[in-house]
């Protein structure tokens, strides 16, 4: 019984990684974004999205386990300043958009995008021809079923690329990393070591990659 219980707050912790999987990566036609002739990009920004810290003791306690687990993971996120990586993501593709497209980069103005739709979106950030929105979808750590001593980061994100000037969508895709286990595979003690200086690392290795994802399978980059 323990371990079905383990199993659900797992699933609750992995769940939103569900929705979005069926994300189809639809491509920027590069040529056909030349031709508007668009002047300026930015890069939208969202409210830190709450992280998920699982540990046996937790999980065993259900849905108000899994309450638990956002709450604890929360507080390690504001209390070793843990960014999100979304941010990062956003500026790395936004300095390849300028490359490829020759458009300048201009600040979003510090406003916040609440939806994903690419009309409200448009709206938002008017200041600008092209909007890159990156979302982070989940970022947690989660100890294997297999091995509770040892942990994983799990990181996904979701990208939109929108002409303001139209409020039409140009390109979206989803990445997601969720590492196998290994023999370095570390613990939550690692995890969280000298502010959560493992747990940054990792997901800066996350938002790499999805970096590398997008620009090869949205961007055409």
């Not at 406003?111 to 979106?121: C, W």
Request: charged share 20%; hydrophobic share 45%; glycine share 8%.
């Amino acid at each position: 019984m323990f371990r079905r219980i383990v199993a659900l707050s797992m699933l609750t912790i992995l769940l939103p990684l569900v929705g979005c999987v069926s994300t189809k990566n639809v491509k920027a036609d590069m040529g056909m974004l030349r031709s508007d002739q668009p002047a300026t990009v930015t890069v939208s920004a969202r409210k830190k999205p709450d992280f998920g810290a699982m540990t046996a003791g937790k999980a065993a306690f259900g849905l108000i386990g899994a309450a638990a687990m956002i709450k604890a993971g929360n507080d390690i996120v504001e209390e070793n300043g843990v960014e999100d990586p979304a941010a990062y993501i956003g500026a790395e593709l936004a300095k390849s958009l300028t490359e490829s497209l020759g458009v300048q980069f201009v600040e979003n103005g510090g406003k916040l995008a609440e939806s994903g739709e690419a009309g409200d979106l448009a709206k938002v950030y008017d200041n600008a021809h092209l909007l890159l929105d990156v979302q982070t979808i989940n970022w947690s750590f989660v100890y294997f079923p297999t091995d509770w001593n040892s942990y994983r980061v799990i990181y996904s994100a979701k990208l939109r690329l929108v002409d303001t000037r139209t409020g039409k969508l140009q390109a979206e895709g989803f990445c997601a990393r969720v590492p196998e286990k290994s023999a370095g595979s570390p613990s939550r003690d690692q995890l969280l070591a000298d502010h959560a200086a493992l747990l940054k690392s990792e997901l800066k290795v996350a938002a790499d990659y999805c970096i590398g994802q997008f620009k090869a399978n949205v961007l055409g980059a």
